[in-house]
């Protein structure tokens, strides 16, 4: 669902305490031309008052389902009928519970089925609730059925946890909802990878990285934005899967490089900001491996390059690579960039007092035949975002030279 000047939305509000934001919502909406009717749930309305949201949508708030006054008016099936866009902002474990088995025990729920229009929901709940395999069931029904999944973030919530399950911010919201025109990737076949690899030692260790997924996931999510088709391919990571059209979960970089190469062939352009192990132990061992000796020698082998090989398709998929670096970043980058024929290639510096693996933040330099941008150091979800720009920039350029 794509947002223009005079879009109908009808802002359904749950009961967390991420309601406050909600009022806020609605006023970014309104200065994108939108109209917004508020629905609320009973639990809602312990958090903000029904009052609050009329006074800046300029329209009466609906609670109830079984309302003479209301249903004497606009009753609720015309409320379906009305919106362009069913936006559920916050959406509670619970309401999710109860959308994704179809009920419709109050207003807000009845309205999702009634509704024909799109449903785009702003998840917003404790890190344990989100993790819980049964929200993610919840999950996967609500998005298998056409739902859109804005967020959530991750960070401090107001219960004093850590970790995923915070609303986005209301203009993540809005700007997430903006027209096609701000969508440059519209139906373009994107094939992501993220995270790091793990290449088993014996049963219970690993070789790894320190890769959080951060920025790719986060970069899945820019393109999805930009109207991008994701496909993403990702290591074992502890984040939220991102709004994505398919999510592939591999361990190995030979688990990676065969998921990436049977979908190659069907993307229009591929983006590697995965981790992948270089090399692998050549003969995992099938038990824990004792420390009897006072040392130990491993027989290392190197991993298939899956970037190189996608490049080197016929035809080959616009491709971005990623390079992390400790030292002499740009002269590494460009040596990736020309020996693989990449298209782009984005690389940063690790190890160093900010920025890198594990950081919120990150700082990249953008690197492409006869080019080159510097993006600032900045939170990685806002340098997804202008990496995307320039993705969809430089892939939109290049498919105008080819016409």
């Known amino acids: 669902m794509d947002l223009n000047q005079g879009s109908r939305v009808l802002l359904g509000v749950g009961g967390g305490i991420s309601a406050y934001k909600s009022v806020d ?8 031309g939108c109209e917004v009717r508020v629905v609320m749930t009973q639990a809602a309305t312990a958090f903000v008052a029904p009052l609050t949201f009329q006074a800046v ?23 379906a009928r009305w919106a362009d866009c069913l936006l559920i902002a916050p959406a509670t474990a619970d309401l999710m519970a109860r959308l994704a088995a179809g009920l419709a025990d109050d207003l807000l729920t009845t309205l999702a089925l009634a509704t024909e229009a799109p449903l785009c929901l702003a998840p917003a709940m404790n890190q344990h609730m989100w993790r819980h395999p049964a929200t993610q069931a919840n999950l996967q029904t609500l998005r298998a059925r056409g739902a859109r999944i804005l967020g959530p973030a991750e960070g401090q919530q107001a219960c004093g946890d850590v970790g995923p399950g915070r609303m986005l911010e209301p203009l993540e919201i809005a700007e997430a909802l903006r027209p096609l025109a701000g969508r440059p990737l519209a139906g373009v076949r994107v094939l992501l990878t993220a995270g ?10 690993y070789l790894g990285n320190r890769s959080s997924g951060r920025m790719g996931y986060a970069l899945a999510t820019a393109l999805s934005d930009l109207g991008a088709q994701v496909t993403l391919i990702s290591g074992p990571t502890a984040l939220p899967m991102p709004p994505v059209a398919e999510s592939i ?7 990676m ?3 990436v190469m049977a979908r190659a062939a069907d993307c229009d352009l591929f983006v590697a900001t995965a981790a992948v192990a270089d090399y692998r132990p050549a003969d995992p061992a099938d038990s824990k491996i004792k420390k009897d000796a006072t040392g130990l020698t491993l027989h290392l082998v190197r991993n298939p390059d899956i970037l190189a090989e996608v490049a080197a398709l016929t035809p080959a998929p616009f491709t971005v690579g990623f390079a992390a670096e400790t030292d002499r970043v740009e002269d590494y980058a460009r040596g990736k960039l020309a020996a693989k024929r990449l298209d782009m290639i984005a690389a940063n510096l690790v190890g160093g007092a900010t920025g890198g693996f594990e950081r919120d933040d990150n700082a990249l330099m953008v690197f492409w035949p006869n080019g080159r941008r510097d993006l600032p150091m900045m939170d990685k979800r806002q340098l997804a975002r202008e990496l995307a720009a320039l993705i969809a920039e430089r892939y939109r350029e290049r498919h105008a030279a080819s016409a």
């Open 25 to 32: 919502l609605v006023r970014r909406l309104s200065e994108r």
């Open 57 to 79: 949508s300029g329209h009466p708030v609906r609670t109830a389902l079984l309302d003479p006054a209301a249903e004497a008016g606009m009753g609720h099936i015309e409320l």
């Open 196 to 205: 790091p690899t793990r290449e088993p030692l014996d049963p219970v260790r």
């Open 249 to 255: 979960q591999v361990e190995t970089a030979l688990d």
């Open 257 to 259: 490089h065969g998921a």
